[in-house]
């Protein structure tokens, strides 16, 4: 996804958060930072501030929420996998690409576990779009996002399903076709990177 | 919006955060809070916490791009009017009541500024909206939002362009139709909270 | 009490701070917070701050050592009932009106419990009054508060005994005599107090 | 004070705070704490916890208003006088023995900068006094304290004003006639305390 | 240690870290802090910023380790021993002088458990140390301190062996022959340092 | 350094702490973090910690101070160089690495400055070291690093003069030759270090 890089990890642990304790029923969840240097202008550390920013916090439920649609929950057990993503560098598109490479960490950990096959459900993936001068651009550059009149950020599963949409006017509000650009470009984008996912997972 | 109370209150600070000072752009941001016993079950105090969780911070984000959208900064000039949402009773569909009371009271605050008419670009409201076996349910509340497939929250302006959407599958991804069905029943919900917040205003 | 507006509302928890605990008795606690805009000019939100003012420590510890002195601890079991006192709106007086709405509410907790009678030793009710150009008042709104030279907030038992009694000197310190005119005022007031609480609790 | 210790030292710093500056009145403030082993059972640190607990808040409150009391904020100038209060080793009467102490350190600065003569209204001084079985004691230690059924602290001027009086019923309300006794009490005990600080002080 | 002078007391916790539960080890820990007006310049109290210096942390995990290596942890059962180490009164050295005042305490506190002879592996004290104009000083005070080139602090067993060594260029490096000399030096001091704890804790 | 991985990059602010304003010198400090997967075991956030870890303020203490060693911070301007120092992967010697990278980043960015040559003093590198069974091993990986009596990091300018010296017994206490042999065997590794940095510098 451009320049982006980001560290995905995954971890297990045998514990649950307090309201599925006897459940039955598993966890996913991810915590997401940027390195200070990331991006061109030094990002100060949220460990010095001594509280996470609104947007990491956003982030991160948006990463959650994501992946835990991919998995059923209930076929993992009493776990919870921990998604770390470290943005190493940002150049647009940090938080769907963490949701790419969180994916790709996630089934890596769950197929060690031997829980892959029964545990997911489907693939899932998340493109960033934005409407420039009202057309649809795929995957915007840091550059490109500072242009945008709106950004659309949209995770699918494998067959298209919306997951998970975010749009934002940034300058202008768009349109119910607008709208319905975006997804169609963002089906094709998704179904790209979906195969980098079997790619490097070595599915198929 | 159903048995959803929130207090809204606009508050004019002569001053702009540090990335404005000296644009004469001015700002507008929110902050959103629920009362303990705004729900059925006690939600612990943030002032306690130390800090704000994942959730608040997230809808006065939302809160605040949404407002924004309604008005053109540049005409307020380099003060911030914040708006205070507080939730005294919850029964679905707060922060869509926040950002509904929340233009109210920053129409009022901008009309006492005599710069309602100068600088308020449109109108906008918002609404929750669920899907419900595939079908779509407009302005939720506490039980019906438990048995949603998915949630999706809109915000308009009174034109019907899009300011805002979010939209999350809970237990199951939704189609490209479901999602256009929504953006519909959306536009007739912002239609009526537009004339209510025109009566309240005494707009027209 | 005035134009003050105080949300009082009881939680039961089955459970007990630790030093209780095995001890069969029971707890009554308080939290107290004013919403950014019940005052006229707007208060700062100690979520925001990441922890609570002084004042704010000393009005919550001085509504749950009142309340303490209403029931007998050992006859509620090992529960704690937890009183929110949220102010809406202020006009001086918010912390004894907390303290008598803080009655209402847990009163109205034990009856559900049905442990009202076995529990209750006396109703409690609170006054604040001042002293100004060497004159007693009593329930001072905001602008009168202002102008007294000394504070005291009176806490009484229905027989009159005093359970809380905190007096400031603000412009000059006062003598003895009007400590005792203080006293005999906020009895007068309290019985009134008394008198509506019951009312709203439906007693006798 | 029995063998209660507290360290008292005065820090003038030429600056006061926001809502002071252009005035060309002064201020004065105390900070409290106690060392964590001044006590039987040791005490954790507030450093450690990250922020100051209820009774700390409270206390320096008192501290700070009593001693304010005693001087003419406009005589001081521009600038505050922080009075450090820590507990060496706590025997009872923590706080009246830090308004006591403190008391000193205040007039020692004002008399090195040369104001004490123009700017102190009065001298102050305070006792804690407790009702065992309906009888008055004065200046309790550890032992009578924990044995009390009501527990007051008193600050008085030389003449015998009421500077600050706090109450608390801690087993049963005390009567009108019981509070009377108790002041009555205090101002012996305050006389001779306000000989001891002027001894310490070399005043007469 | 000139006019240094620090408070230090054991508190013995019949409780382990985490880490070490079920292990039949002990441990040994250390909390350091600075009253306010220890020094010239007053110390703002680490309890109001919210969190610990880097310093303070620093110095309480030396003292730590120093104490840890003079006993065989296993030998004390789980037990924490916990020493407080509150600087009264700060003329260099602080640290230095909290590890000998911390070894007495601890050593106390084993003899009270009937636990020294069976636990105290060596008796352990520290010095720091001054290069000054290339020359060694022992014991710094507040002045020689600025004026040092380098700053080294040495922690040595009863035979002479280094249990720790900080040693930190202020101005210039210093060689390898003049670390020799700071080792001679300290050995010489820590001598005098142990008589002086033997005679304090009666030891022969 | 083994399989250690450490991102530095230096950022350079136009302005200095508040008690160098006005002196005409400059500063340097520096950042330290580990990514929470960087070791085997994964290290919990600081941010979500809401304060840095007492071992972190260390490092990066150490870190900032050597790093001053190596320049004319009056050469330097009214500005400050940050160091930010983030271990990737973690394989023993995290410290010392960052301060070898660090030098790097922080040469770099005086370079660019056109301020390398009239304000670097001396290049400056780093060296973990450890005693295993009484015998000196250079540069410990994470294994060794159990398996050590004792831990000694030593920081050096290239004329082999010390700049900083830490050492910790972990097991036993180790002797003044032992020390010497360490001394000597970081000398050694100091040179090869310096010759990389000039290396990756393009110096000579």
């Given at each position: 996804m451009g320049n982006t890089r980001v560290l995905c990890v995954a971890t297990v642990e045998e514990r649950v958060p307090k309201f599925l304790r006897g459940t039955g029923s598993g966890w996913i969840t991810a915590q997401y930072a940027m390195l200070p240097?990331?991006?061109?202008s030094r990002i100060p550390r949220e460990s010095r501030r001594g509280h996470l920013k609104g947007r990491t916090q956003e982030i991160q439920r948006l990463i959650g929420r994501s992946l835990r649609q991919?998995?059923?929950?209930?076929?993992?057990?009493?776990r919870t996998i921990l998604i770390d993503c470290d943005v190493?560098?940002?150049?647009?598109?940090t938080r769907t690409a963490a949701v790419n490479g969180g994916f790709v960490a996630l089934y890596s950990a769950l197929k060690k576990l031997k829980l892959a096959e029964s545990s997911v459900v489907s693939m899932i993936a998340a493109v960033s779009l934005g409407l420039i001068k009202g057309k649809v651009h795929l995957d915007l550059d840091y550059t490109e996002d500072f242009a945008a009149d709106a950004d659309i950020n949209v995770v699918m599963d494998e067959k298209g399903g919306i997951v998970e949409i975010q749009g934002t006017a940034e300058e202008a509000p768009f349109s119910e076709e607008q709208l319905g650009a975006v997804i169609k470009s963002a089906r094709r984008g998704i179904r790209k990177i979906i195969k980098a996912q079997k790619k490097a997972l070595k599915i198929e």
């Open positions: 240097r990331s991006s061109p991919a998995v059923d929950l209930t076929a993992i057990g009493e190493i560098e940002a150049d647009g598109g």
